[in-house]
């Protein structure tokens, strides 16, 4: 993936239940955003794909989307506030047709409501506030939260998008200038725009190609993955990975910009532009850590039939204040996940074993544990075989049997 292209990439997965595709988890992809749509009579995986394209809307434009924003984002509130009110009241949720049935009365109301939105775009917001709280009570997902007007913006158009060849077609905004860098196949089914806090606008187009997602197969060769904060990943291969440490090359940076937003006063139009460049930083360190895992998670997974990691307690570890800058630095749950997806995709087995499997202290060759290990000791003496190890390698190769083995026990 080409930084120059402006394109950021993303996929989750999700069943179907009743009429309504429910997430079971979220990834990001290369330029794809992957729905899994069971057939319960079949049983078979149909694979949604989305594309997600920079698209550069006029000024008057901006300012019927910022309209159209603050519209879902006041319904959103308006929503959650009152199915939270509703449950202190009665214990009982409102379903999203309640939800959905609110919206007449509220366009009389608040006339803007009808005027300055697509009316779709509406009933999309009942729906993602229905889900959110699927989403929670089934534990995929933290409590719903009020959205502000700052930060990263959104809406959905659920039908009548069309894209052409540079520009996009939405209802009530007209076509708009749109930077496509690939062609899409298959048929539109939704579209979603959003502003990420940079100011730039994006389109994220969700496709039905009509392709099945293949059937796992486990013959190939196998390798198993270790990650450390000075080297990304190690393989068992050998192969280390550095870390490129994107947030450290960019600290002194961020740093002159976070300092020259702190002396604007609040309120005034040079905070906004100080705020605006700060989000600019971020928003290049973010790109520049997805496009190196990107790369670096297509490489193993074309190059290996069977990846294993550790299932890491990623929330656990990132309180410990020495570390929690680096380790947010290195994107272990992205990198994860991007592994995830991309080996499903191609019909590779993707396996995550126990957090608490002694990989470091265990011989690879003898399988003895050792008691202890120090954590700044890079190569060690097994004392029952006498063979040298190099601590990081010998974990991924530890990494790798284990995963081999509940594999032969899941077969």
């Keep these: 993936m080409h930084l120059t292209k402006m394109s950021?990439?993303?996929?989750?997965?999700?069943?179907?239940?009743?009429?309504e595709l429910r997430p079971t988890n979220?990834?990001?992809?290369?330029?794809?955003?992957?729905?899994?749509?069971?057939?319960?009579?079949?049983?078979?995986?149909?694979?949604?794909?989305?594309?997600?394209?920079?698209?550069?809307?006029?000024?008057?434009?901006?300012?019927?989307l910022s309209k159209a924003f603050g519209c879902c984002r006041w319904f959103w509130n308006y929503s959650l506030n009152l199915i939270q009110e509703t449950y202190k009241a009665t214990s009982n949720f409102r379903s999203r047709g309640a939800i959905q049935g609110l919206l007449p009365e509220l366009k009389k109301e608040h006339p803007w409501l009808k005027t300055d939105v697509y009316s779709q775009c509406l009933q999309v917001v009942a729906l993602n506030i229905s889900t959110a709280y699927k989403n929670f009570f089934e534990k995929r997902a933290g409590l719903p939260s009020f959205k502000s007007k700052h930060g990263r913006q959104s809406m959905g158009f659920p039908q009548n998008v069309k894209l052409g060849d540079r520009a996009i077609v939405l209802p009530k905004l007209g076509e708009i200038y749109c930077q496509i860098h690939r062609q899409i196949e298959g048929t539109i089914k939704t579209a979603t725009i959003s502003k990420n806090p940079d100011g730039k606008y994006y389109a994220s187009i969700l496709v039905d190609d009509g392709k099945e997602q293949p059937q796992a197969n486990s013959e190939g060769k196998a390798i198993g993955i270790d990650v450390r904060l000075t080297h990304l990943c190690i393989t068992s291969d050998g192969s280390k990975y550095s870390n490129p440490k994107h947030f450290a090359?960019?600290?002194?940076?961020?740093?002159?910009?976070?300092?020259?937003?702190?002396?604007?006063?609040?309120?005034?139009?040079?905070?906004?532009?100080?705020r605006n460049l700060v989000a600019?930083?971020?928003?290049?360190?973010?790109?520049?850590?997805?496009d190196f895992l990107h790369k670096l998670s297509r490489k193993i997974v074309n190059e290996n039939q069977v990846i294993v990691m550790e299932n890491l307690n990623l929330l656990g570890m990132v309180r410990n204040?020495?570390?929690?800058?680096?380790?947010?630095?290195?994107?272990?749950?992205?990198?994860?996940?991007?592994?995830?997806?991309?080996?499903?995709?191609?019909?590779?087995?993707?396996?995550?074993?126990?957090?608490?499997?002694?990989?470091?202290?265990?011989c690879?060759?003898?399988?003895h544990k050792v008691s202890d290990l120090p954590l700044d000791l890079r190569l060690w003496d097994c004392p029952k075989c006498n063979?040298?190890?190099d601590t990081d390698i010998n974990a991924a190769k530890n990494i790798r049997d284990e995963g081999l083995r509940i594999l032969s026990l899941l077969n």
């Design 8 to 19: 950021q990439e993303f996929s989750f997965h999700a069943c179907m239940v009743g009429d």
């Design 26 to 64: 979220y990834d990001r992809s290369n330029n794809t955003l992957c729905l899994l749509k069971s057939d319960r009579c079949s049983r078979k995986a149909i694979v949604y794909q989305a594309y997600k394209f920079r698209i550069y809307p006029t000024q008057k434009q901006q300012t019927q």
């Design 249 to 274: 090359k960019h600290q002194r940076n961020l740093k002159r910009k976070q300092q020259t937003l702190s002396r604007k006063q609040k309120g005034s139009n040079r905070r906004n532009k100080a």
């Design 280 to 290: 600019r930083v971020h928003s290049k360190i973010a790109r520049c850590r997805e």
């Design 321 to 362: 204040h020495n570390l929690a800058k680096a380790i947010g630095d290195c994107g272990w749950g992205m990198f994860g996940t991007m592994l995830k997806y991309k080996a499903q995709r191609q019909g590779k087995i993707y396996l995550e074993i126990d957090r608490f499997f002694p990989s470091s202290k265990t």
């Design 364 to 367: 690879n060759h003898c399988l």
């Design 387 to 389: 063979t040298r190890h």
